[in-house]
């Protein structure tokens, strides 16, 4: 923070202008990600997975390991790769010759054929029972990086760790934001390294849980994107500080977690969503798991993301998404909705339909669409019209928001600036 007091606020407008909207641009042209889970001992092979997210556009996965079969299955295919670093592979890689060992053995020989695109260096650690693990999690990111960087592969591939949105204390409203503070040593040191290899933050926020917790208290609708429907009961949320507008509770929780990371300091991170998804079926205890609710969740996430949304706090910085999950999981151990988050039956038929394969809808003659898809999906084919060709008209097409864009980052910096000025 006493950094941030040192900046000129014209750099930081500035700054805020480069990455929300110039980024924005660029990212508006990419797919939403699928977390491709394979705790399952009926799911179908990696090629036939690979073929499922072709045949929808999808270009961005995670896996939570390295499993070969996988990364050489989806080599020369233009699927984007985040692997996993297991969590218990933690107490090994802490040695740097075992990190380098590793990166040799588990990703040189795949890439560039295969684009690994990131390394996560486990999976919602800092929220777990292991402190050993907990210490070990940024060294190892550490090690995992220089790794790269002898190998001359860290341009290319990026260090990151997934984070439970637990390691918050408070999420709302969202500019109460702030971690959990026996987390925030732990976290500086995190912080620090993301935002000096350019790494986005990771969390993996799921309303389902929250409103699973308390459904007299949240509206389902506020949970699930119905933005419509909330027009008519209330009016979503309001922040009283920032006076921002949340009309779903997910954009809400990536804002807390960018308070949160502001607080120390590193308010210019890229928060990114790991994680996020709804459960099409679960225990009696578990309200709110159906497929109705899984199906309306996910759908209006797919509606929101094609438009290449950013959060009311960074509306021109799109906000990059991973559902979970792409298969229903059967081994996953846990309350029935552990195993019932996936899009697809492990047969490969869809759980609900979401409408992915009209987001998929083809931008080339070779197949065409039936005219009513067509009209449905006119909002949303520009995410993967924009992947191939003519980028230039919609390029043109997105700078008449930019200069508004601006305005409104600027807005939302200075309303920070103040903000932070006060004790907090
Ligand atoms: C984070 O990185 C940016 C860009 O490199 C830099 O200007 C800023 O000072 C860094 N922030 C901290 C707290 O180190």
């Not at 960087?149 to 999420?171: H, P, R, W």
């Not at 920032?242 to 991170?269: C, E, P, Q, S, W």
């Not at 797919?302 to 559902?323: D, F």
Request: with cysteine; aromatic share 10%; glycine share 6%.
């Amino acid at each position: 923070m006493a950094t941030f007091f040192g900046i000129n606020i014209t750099h930081i407008v500035l700054l805020f202008y480069l990455f929300s909207s110039d980024f924005g641009l660029v990212r508006r042209a990419e797919s939403l990600g699928i977390n491709y889970g394979q705790v399952g001992n009926n799911l179908p092979t990696p090629d036939k997975v690979l073929a499922l997210f072709t045949s929808l556009r999808i270009t961005k996965t995670r896996i939570y390991d390295t499993n070969p079969q996988i990364l050489t299955a989806f080599a020369n295919s233009n699927i984007d790769l985040i692997v996993t670093v297991e969590n218990e592979m933690l107490a090994v890689l802490v040695d740097p010759q075992q990190a380098l060992n590793w990166v040799e053995t588990r990703i040189k020989p795949y890439f560039p054929a295969t684009k690994i695109s990131t390394i996560a260096v486990g999976n919602e650690i800092f929220t777990g029972d292991d402190a050993t693990q907990i210490q070990n999690v940024v060294p190892v990111m550490i090690n995992i990086h220089e790794a790269l960087v002898q190998l001359g592969m860290d341009s290319a591939i990026k260090v990151s760790t997934a984070n439970s949105l637990a390691v918050l204390l408070s999420s709302y409203p969202p500019s109460a934001g702030s971690f959990m503070p026996e987390l925030t040593e732990i976290m500086r040191p995190l912080l620090q390294f993301l935002n000096n290899t350019g790494s986005p933050f990771w969390i993996n926020a799921y309303p389902y849980f929250a409103y699973k917790d308390a459904p007299t208290k949240i509206p389902l609708d506020y949970a699930l994107f119905n933005s419509n429907n909330l027009a008519s009961t209330s009016s979503g949320m309001v922040d009283p500080y920032t006076k921002l507008h949340y009309d779903n509770m997910l954009y809400a929780m990536v804002d807390a977690v960018i308070f949160a990371l502001y607080r120390l300091g590193y308010g210019g991170l890229e928060v990114q969503v790991s994680e996020t998804g709804w459960p099409s079926k679960g225990d009696p205890d578990e309200v709110g798991a159906t497929i109705e609710n899984a199906q309306v969740y996910n759908k209006n996430l797919l509606r929101r993301q094609s438009r290449g949304e950013g959060t009311p706090l960074r509306p021109n910085q799109r906000l990059e998404i991973y559902l979970f999950a792409l298969f229903n999981e059967n081994m996953k151990p846990g309350q029935t909705s552990e195993r019932n988050y996936g899009l697809y039956q492990p047969d490969l038929t869809m759980t609900y339909n979401v409408g992915l394969s009209a987001l998929s809808s083809p931008t080339s003659s070779s197949s065409s669409p039936s005219s009513s898809s067509q009209t449905t999906t006119s909002s949303t084919t520009t995410a993967s019209v924009s992947l191939t060709s003519s980028s230039t008209s919609l390029r043109k097409a997105a700078t008449s928001g930019y200069s508004l864009g601006y305005w409104m980052t600027s807005v939302c910096v200075l309303i920070f600036y103040i903000l932070e000025r006060r004790p907090l």
